[in-house]
């Protein structure tokens, strides 16, 4: 999956952006749970299906 469908997946779940790295973005989902989301072009489906729950949480 390309890492712009995903932002876009997760920002419709209401999360939003904490920080940026070298190498992973933190995030927070609306309900305060924090996951990382790595910085590369593509993101590999199971990877990004586990951001997208954690998004949720």
């Given at each position: 999956m390309k890492k712009n469908l995903l932002i876009k997946k997760i920002k419709e779940?209401?999360?939003?952006?904490?920080?940026?790295?070298?190498?992973?973005?933190?995030?927070?989902?609306?309900?305060?749970?924090?996951?990382?989301?790595?910085?590369?072009?593509?993101i590999g489906e199971g990877l990004a299906k586990t951001i997208l729950k954690q998004a949720d949480k």
């Open positions: 779940k209401g999360a939003f952006l904490i920080c940026q790295g070298s190498g992973h973005e933190v995030w927070e989902s609306k309900n305060g749970y924090r996951f990382t989301v790595p910085r590369h072009s593509k």
